[in-house]
């Protein structure tokens, strides 16, 4: 079982800076891909970034590149998203999720990820 609870939303105004956490829980973190996903209001969730298990690789969804970090400590069971030069269109819900580690679902794909946490709000205003 794997438990994972987001941190660091916010309100922040157009061009800011917020970082989010998710820490993990379940000593197999380090072994899987973890994702950031984010749901806006009326839409559907939507694929931020994702970062392989040992950090070398990592994907960014086009709308976030450039100005999205994501990052990972395994000795501490978190993962990072570090969001730069933030727009009212960043406005969602951010999800943290483990991905199953199958390949029948592409990265960006959420129904390859099996755990979720609770999801922390970031708003951005313009």
């Known amino acids: 079982q794997v438990q994972l609870v987001e941190s660091g939303g916010g309100l922040v105004q157009a061009g800011g800076s917020l970082s989010l956490s998710c820490a993990a829980s379940?000593?197999?973190?380090?072994?899987?891909?973890m994702g950031w996903f984010r749901q806006a209001p009326g839409k559907e969730r939507e694929f931020v970034a994702a970062i392989s298990w040992i950090g070398g690789n990592t994907y960014y969804a086009d709308s976030v590149k450039g100005r999205f970090t994501i990052a990972r400590d395994n000795a501490k069971n978190t993962v990072y998203l570090q969001m730069s030069s933030l727009k009212p269109e960043d406005t969602a819900v951010y999800y943290c999720?483990?991905?199953?580690?199958?390949?029948?679902?592409?990265?960006?794909?959420?129904?390859?990820?099996?755990?979720w946490g609770q999801g922390t709000q970031v708003t951005v205003s313009s």
């Open positions: 999720a483990k991905h199953g580690g199958g390949s029948t679902y592409v990265i960006t794909n959420a129904l390859g990820y099996d755990y």
């Open positions: 379940g000593r197999t973190f380090r072994t899987y891909t």
